[in-house]
């Protein structure tokens, strides 16, 4: 039997290595300064654990690129990260943080996972996504232990099974209007979570960058997340459901910066890009159709939102090329 490890690379192989040095060197960045100024002890165990998960998958991830001749990515370095800067974001936040991109890595690796052929990368994805898990667990336990864990809200449990028997199920605007699903809870719970760390997380880079168009894409990005996270409260709140809440999230007022302008502007942009796929899924996921339009009309000021971020990026000479078929033009 043809050992497998020896097929070339695939092009989705390609893109998931690339993509996933990306992600963690951002991630490794951010964890360095997040643990100089960190105060409560479990949320710094927590983020030495996630650290060191970073400085183990980094170097294999750089081995599977020198094993078939691949440029290693330049991604993000020492350079890009002053840990010494003074803090930028509370303690909740960095908890909150290590939850959500354990829980985008779930969901973009998982991806990965079922389309790789190679056994050394299919292997590298399943060790990924069981650390993201543990890390997931351990984030929710702390959490919980903390009170920061904020609940999604209840609804009654079903007496019996039931079927849709009117076309007013899928209504949203006018007419008949049902209660809004447990789906559809789901999505609007979730979304607005990562609007409102999203908004957070650009107020603290507005303050720190020095050019002042990226300082006003970040103002510009904070406000579009803090309107759609409004926007998504509206409507849990009009059934008489809880949102996300939590004052213990928020940005210093520090204008010392701990991170390049490149590593923020490329965070911001890739997670934006998620946002946009997570609109996507909360789209397919919401019969009701005022919450579909919701989503579609807003997931189109995310792209041109991202589009801009991305504009700066390649003006400045910070983005970097993925790997692209061949020109036969």
């Not at 690339?18 to 360095?32: G, L």
């Not at 990260?81 to 829980?103: E, G, H, T």
């Not at 949102?243 to 923020?264: G, R, V, W």
Request: hydrophobic share 40%.
């Amino acid at each position: 039997m043809e050992n497998n490890q020896q097929l070339d690379l695939t092009s989705v192989e390609m893109g998931a290595l690339w993509s996933a040095y990306f992600s963690e060197t951002i991630t490794k960045c951010m964890f360095q300064h997040f643990l100089e100024n960190v105060e409560d002890p479990e949320i710094e165990s927590l983020l030495m654990h996630g650290l060191n998960i970073c400085n183990k998958r980094i170097p294999k991830l750089e081995e599977l690129f020198l094993k078939e001749n691949f440029p290693i990515p330049q991604g993000f370095t020492d350079k890009d990260v002053n840990p010494k800067a003074p803090r930028l974001f509370s303690d909740a936040f960095y908890l909150y943080y290590i939850w959500f991109m354990s829980s985008m890595e779930l969901q973009a690796h998982s991806l990965s996972l079922s389309l790789c052929a190679r056994s050394d990368v299919n292997d590298y994805y399943r060790e990924v996504l069981n650390g993201s898990a543990d890390t997931d667990t351990k984030t929710r336990e702390i959490a919980l232990q903390k009170g920061l864990f904020v609940r999604a809200p209840h609804i009654p449990t079903p007496a019996k099974i039931d079927f849709v028997t009117k076309k007013s199920f899928l209504t949203g605007w006018f007419g008949e209007r049902r209660p809004i699903n447990a789906l559809e809870i789901t999505h609007l719970f979730k979304n607005i979570m990562n609007n409102t760390l999203g908004a957070t997380l650009m107020t603290g880079f507005s303050q720190v960058a020095k050019s002042k168009d990226i300082g006003h894409l970040f103002i510009r990005g904070r406000d579009i997340a803090a309107k759609h996270s409004t926007i998504f409260t509206s409507v849990l709140k009009e059934e008489g459901l809880s949102s996300f809440e939590s004052a213990d999230i928020y940005a210093t007022d520090s204008i010392n910066p701990p991170f390049s302008q490149k590593l923020m502007l490329f965070h911001v942009t890739s997670l934006n890009a998620l946002g946009m796929a997570n609109y996507g899924l909360a789209i397919s996921a919401s019969s009701r159709k005022d919450i579909a339009t919701h989503y579609t009309r807003l997931m189109g000021e995310i792209a041109l939102f991202t589009e801009d971020a991305a504009n700066l990026l390649i003006e400045n000479g910070w983005m970097e090329q993925p790997p692209q078929a061949a020109d036969r033009l």
